[in-house]
């Protein structure tokens, strides 16, 4: 029997991969939902290929627009719907929409699958209280597709309490080897191209500010129960390593794959079948040359950030961190504020005294958490204005 299969945020660098796999395996799994923001050109390719039963598109123009044009296929414009659409459990759910705008339809799809795949940091960092408690709930099985967190999550073997400490790798993005000064007159059209992964605008940002090592630090001590000062950061400019585990039995063990995320997709839709995808070879030359170092922190002075944090908090801070961080790159993209400022008005944001005492105040529920973001995002725009007109 095929695999019912949802991919949320399927126009993106993590819906596509999964579809391209999807494609190269059509007996064994059956696409049930799609969605989008507005990329309706790539939508349209996709529902011809793989014949969805229902799609959401959730800009209301382009969802207007699109419906006149498609009757055969039942669209919707928000998340709303799920109730409607799921009468019983599908197999699997990729989880990839970029950003904040993730968090809501994540948690709300978990008790209609008995697998999630959760490719989208910013659930994990906001919500994963919320996320942890429906997961239990409804006996949900979760993977995260990070690369890093797939292999953490991949060498543990689900005993996170065997584990001692966490190395995670970093590329150090496009400007590892440049200098902190150089850096203030980068263009959108540079920091976005990595030199190793192929990714979206926000992530390759994120990578090139290493706001996303900050990130990921923060979701490995929520999905592993572990303490922020056991989780370090090597840079590792071949990302050929993606996480090293050190056991409290004295054993360490490190994985290694292609630069490629269909290699945790793959794994994360076939996790309990033995299938076959196509990869390298051992790179015996990068083995002998893994050139892992620590972080310079004077050179990616966001790592500082992770200071602010404390233990498994899960705290309302962590939501001003990722609001803060999305609208300072969105004004970044758009040339509004320079690479530079993404690092100094995030630090600055972060230590402002309304924000600060977030830091022990836990989220209670889904609204407290769009509440704050929105709130987060329109003070960060107004600094970061105020700002501009003051130079």
Same mark, same amino acid.
């Given at each position: &029997? @095929?695999?019912? #299969?949802?991919?949320? !945020?399927?126009?993106? %660098?993590? !819906?596509?991969?999964?579809?391209?796999?999807?494609?190269?395996?059509?007996?064994?799994?059956?696409?049930? $939902?799609?969605?989008?923001?507005?990329?309706?050109?790539?939508? /349209?390719?996709? =529902?011809?290929?793989?014949?969805?039963?229902?799609?959401?598109?959730?800009?209301?123009?382009?969802?207007?627009? *699109?419906?006149?044009?498609?009757?055969?296929?039942?669209?919707?414009? +928000?998340?709303?719907?799920?109730?409607?659409?799921? %009468?019983? @459990?599908?197999?699997?759910?990729? %989880?990839?929409?970029?950003?904040?705008?993730?968090?809501?339809?994540? =948690?709300?799809?978990?008790?209609?699958?008995?697998?999630?795949?959760?490719?989208?940091?910013?659930?994990?960092?906001?919500?994963?209280?919320?996320?942890?408690?429906? $997961? &239990?709930?409804?006996?949900?099985?979760?993977?995260?597709?990070? %690369?890093?967190?797939?292999?953490?999550?991949?060498? /543990?073997? +689900?005993?996170?309490?065997?584990?001692?400490?966490?190395?995670?790798?970093? /590329? !150090?993005?496009?400007?590892?080897?440049?200098?902190?000064?150089?850096?203030?007159?980068?263009?959108?059209?540079?920091?976005?191209?990595?030199?190793?992964?192929?990714?979206?605008?926000? #992530?390759?940002?994120?990578?090139?500010?290493?706001?996303?090592?900050?990130?990921?630090? #923060?979701?490995?001590?929520? =999905? *592993?129960?572990?303490?922020? @000062?056991?989780?370090?950061?090597?840079?590792?400019p071949d990302s050929y390593v993606?996480?090293?585990?050190?056991?409290?039995?004295?054993?360490?063990?490190?994985?290694?794959?292609?630069?490629? &995320?269909?290699?945790?997709?793959?794994?994360?839709? *076939?996790?309990?079948? /033995?299938?076959?995808?196509?990869?390298?070879?051992?790179?015996?030359?990068?083995?002998?040359?893994?050139? $892992?170092?620590?972080?310079?922190?004077k050179q990616f002075p966001a790592l500082?950030?992770?200071?602010?944090?404390?233990?498994?908090?899960?705290?309302?801070?962590?939501?001003?961190?990722?609001?803060?961080?999305?609208?300072?790159?969105?004004?970044?993209?758009?040339?509004?504020?320079?690479?530079?400022?993404?690092?100094?008005?995030?630090?600055?944001?972060?230590?402002?005294?309304?924000?600060?005492?977030?830091?022990?105040?836990?989220? +209670?529920?889904?609204?407290?958490?769009?509440?704050?973001?929105?709130?987060?995002?329109?003070?960060?725009?107004?600094?970061?204005?105020?700002?501009?007109?003051?130079?």
């Amino acid at each position: &029997m @095929k695999k019912k #299969i949802v991919i949320l !945020g399927s126009t993106g %660098s993590i !819906g596509k991969q999964t579809l391209e796999i999807v494609k190269n395996n059509k007996k064994k799994f059956n696409i049930i $939902l799609l969605s989008t923001n507005e990329n309706i050109s790539e939508i /349209s390719k996709q =529902i011809k290929i793989f014949k969805p039963k229902y799609l959401i598109i959730t800009n209301y123009k382009k969802f207007n627009f *699109f419906k006149k044009k498609n009757k055969k296929i039942k669209i919707f414009n +928000n998340y709303d719907c799920f109730k409607k659409v799921f %009468s019983k @459990k599908v197999d699997y759910v990729m %989880s990839s929409i970029s950003g904040f705008e993730g968090l809501q339809p994540t =948690i709300e799809i978990i008790k209609h699958t008995k697998l999630i795949a959760i490719a989208n940091k910013e659930s994990i960092i906001c919500g994963w209280s919320l996320i942890h408690k429906e $997961l &239990m709930k409804n006996k949900t099985k979760f993977i995260p597709i990070d %690369s890093e967190h797939f292999s953490i999550w991949s060498l /543990s073997n +689900n005993k996170y309490e065997d584990i001692d400490e966490i190395y995670i790798t970093a /590329s !150090g993005g496009p400007f590892l080897n440049k200098t902190r000064k150089s850096l203030k007159f980068v263009k959108p059209v540079h920091a976005i191209k990595h030199p190793r992964w192929s990714m979206g605008k926000k #992530i390759s940002i994120d990578s090139a500010t290493m706001v996303n090592k900050v990130f990921e630090i #923060i979701e490995a001590s929520k =999905i *592993f129960n572990l303490s922020i @000062k056991k989780i370090k950061i090597l840079s590792h400019p071949d990302s050929y390593v993606h996480a090293i585990v050190k056991f409290k039995n004295g054993l360490t063990k490190i994985l290694i794959h292609d630069t490629n &995320m269909k290699v945790p997709i793959f794994n994360s839709l *076939f996790s309990s079948e /033995s299938e076959v995808i196509y990869s390298e070879n051992l790179d015996i030359k990068k083995l002998n040359n893994l050139n $892992l170092n620590k972080i310079n922190l004077k050179q990616f002075p966001a790592l500082k950030i992770i200071n602010l944090f404390s233990f498994n908090n899960n705290s309302l801070l962590e939501t001003v961190l990722v609001s803060a961080n999305d609208e300072l790159v969105d004004l970044f993209l758009k040339n509004k504020i320079n690479f530079l400022d993404i690092t100094k008005k995030l630090t600055t944001i972060l230590s402002l005294k309304e924000f600060k005492i977030l830091r022990t105040k836990k989220a +209670n529920n889904l609204a407290q958490i769009i509440r704050l973001n929105r709130y987060v995002r329109l003070k960060t725009k107004a600094l970061c204005v105020k700002s501009i007109h003051n130079v």
